[in-house]
T-cell receptor, first 116, second 113 residues
Framework: AQKITQTQPGMFVQEKEAVTLDCTYD???????LFWYKQPSSGEMIFLIY??????QNATEGRYSLNFQKARKSANLVISASQLGDSAMYFCAMREDNTGGFKTIFGAGTRLFVKA | DSGVTQTPKHLITATGQRVTLRCSPRSGDLSVYWYQQSLDQGLQFLIQ???????AKGNILERFSAQQFPDLHSELNLSSLELGDSALYFC????????????FGPGTRLLVL
């Protein structure tokens, strides 16, 4: 069965330091997509970064990068130079490319606290 | 602002009632997805529509139904509501039913009393 695992319920990081949020996944489909979303306390879901299963390079979006290790089935999010505004819940998600439709499953999330 | 709109923002109702949640996708997006986020179940995929047709189904209860209209807006109908249906319901949209990023609306917070 398809599964996303985020093993860190909560993380602390000092402002301006880098932090890695872990995500492992399990799927038997060769074609899939991996996403990270941020959910601040206000509740909205903000798209951060995307990695396709066939992408050769690790995805980067500004201060966000995705450390994609396909053989290990991991897709860790790296946030560089943390800011106070990065304090939020972070979700890893996997979209499976089933015929005709696209189910997306989410991990349980990691709550990140950035300390001043 | 993702460009996805959802109404209402908050909804309080009683057990046994029926409610309708509405979603308007980003301009040009053909695909709409519905999700439920609750404290005990986390974020769960409910259903996907593409250009008016159902394309994928997740953990959607039989008491729940959805549709996508010709103008591409979508509605999620929840009936015979139970206390456990209290949750944040998100709608998301993407450009196609392909490998496109989903952009989420602000959500509808449903409280069943």
């Amino acid at each position: 069965a398809q599964k996303i695992t985020q093993t860190q319920p909560g993380m602390f990081v000092q402002e301006k330091e880098a932090v890695t949020l872990d995500c492992t996944y399990d799927t038997s489909d060769p074609s899939y997509g991996l996403f990270w979303y941020k959910q601040p306390s206000s509740g909205e879901m903000i798209f951060l970064i995307y990695q396709g299963s066939y992408d050769q390079q690790n995805a980067t979006e500004g201060r966000y990068s995705l450390n994609f290790q396909k053989a290990r089935k991991s897709a860790n999010l790296v946030i560089s130079a943390s800011q106070l505004g990065d304090s939020a819940m972070y979700f890893c998600a996997m979209r499976e490319d089933n015929t005709g439709g696209f189910k997306t499953i989410f991990g349980a999330g990691t709550r990140l606290f950035v300390k001043a | 602002d993702s460009g996805v709109t959802q109404t209402p923002k908050h909804l309080i109702t009683a057990t046994g009632q029926r409610v309708t949640l509405r979603c308007s996708p980003r301009s040009g997006d053909l695909s709409v997805y519905w999700y439920q986020q609750s404290l005990d179940q986390g974020l769960q995929f409910l259903i996907q529509y593409y250009n008016g047709e159902e394309r994928a189904k997740g953990n959607i209860l039989e008491r729940f139904s959805a549709q996508q209209f010709p103008d591409l807006h979508s509605e999620l109908n929840l009936s015979s509501l139970e206390l456990g249906d209290s949750a944040l319901y998100f709608c998301a949209s993407s450009a196609t039913s392909g490998r496109q990023t989903q952009y989420f609306g602000p959500g509808t917070r449903l409280l069943v009393l």
